[in-house]
């Protein structure tokens, strides 16, 4: 049975803006309690994350192999660790000086979200998606939650198995991508994320995108940047649009007709959405 409603509620504002992995800079780091409340107090409508589990079998909100880049340490793997483990590495700052913070489990995160946005849940397919439905469920938020896994036969068997019920999103980056066989299949599939280095593909025109919309699907896009050499939206990104040039950034791709927009910089890109 689907249960979209509280999506098409939230798609009749206007472009929807998604907090990648809530907020994060100075002392306070991504993919926690923390970064998801700023999140919220800049009133993001998606927050985006991600999903890994113990190796006992609890989840957790963390990007799988980071351990590095917000632990500063490489002699750890979270998913060889127990959730008592788990619980007593802390995140880094900017700085790389400790922090308060504990990657948080999924539990924890959904009981503070409930209610109040949209939710992304990535990287679930990588070891953990069976462990995440039965998080949801227990929490009662499948109408919340929108889950993504590229376009491959065995994540969407697994979907069609354990969660034809949850929102779908799956990610093209070819012009040649299809979506036939996800539309044929007992899947409740609400969007596609458009991931492009060049603005001038066949993936992102206009007739490509109004094809979408009149499937009834929404329209993702991430503005942000991991590498500089690596443009997931051809250009039109946040650091275009926070050093002043907006509508070259964030502008184009309203233009052009996203419904989502994915961002590091959430309460910016709602003032300009507000003054546009």
């Known amino acids: 049975m689907k249960n979209n409603s509280l999506l098409k509620e939230y798609l009749k504002k206007g472009t929807l ?18 970064a998801f409340k700023a999140a919220l107090i800049q009133k993001a409508d998606i927050i985006e994350t991600d999903v890994i589990k113990s190796k006992d079998g609890v989840p957790f909100i963390f990007h799988i192999g980071q351990e590095i880049n917000h632990f500063n340490r490489d002699d750890i793997n979270l998913t060889e660790m127990t959730a008592e483990e788990i619980k ?3 995140y880094v700052n900017a700085d790389n000086n400790e922090t308060f913070c504990a990657p948080p489990t999924l539990d924890e995160a959904l009981e ?20 995440m439905v039965e998080c949801v469920r227990k929490h009662d938020m499948v109408d919340q939650v929108i889950i993504k896994t590229v376009s491959e036969d065995e994540y969407l068997d697994m979907i069609e198995e354990l969660a034809p019920d949850f929102m779908y999103m799956t990610m093209l980056n070819k012009p040649e991508d299809s979506i036939d066989k996800i539309l044929e299949r007992n899947i409740n599939f609400v969007g596609v994320e458009l991931i492009f280095d060049d603005d001038t593909t066949e993936l992102v025109s206009p007739e490509n995108i109004e094809y979408y919309h009149n499937k009834g699907l929404f ?3 991430n503005a942000i940047l991991f590498d500089y050499t690596m443009q997931l939206s051809g250009g039109h990104s946040d650091d275009v649009s926070i050093v002043g040039n907006f509508e070259d950034g964030w502008g184009w791709l309203v233009d052009r007709k996203f419904d989502v927009i994915q961002t590091d910089w959430p309460m910016l890109l709602k003032e300009y959405l507000t003054n546009r």
């Open 88 to 90: 007593k590495v802390r």
């Open 112 to 131: 503070l979200l409930k209610g109040r946005c949209l939710i992304n849940l990535d990287h679930t397919w990588e070891g953990c998606f069976k462990e």
């Open 17 to 34: 803006v998604a907090a990648h992995r809530g907020i994060a800079g100075g002392n306070l780091p991504f993919n926690t309690i923390d």
């Open 219 to 221: 329209v993702w896009v």
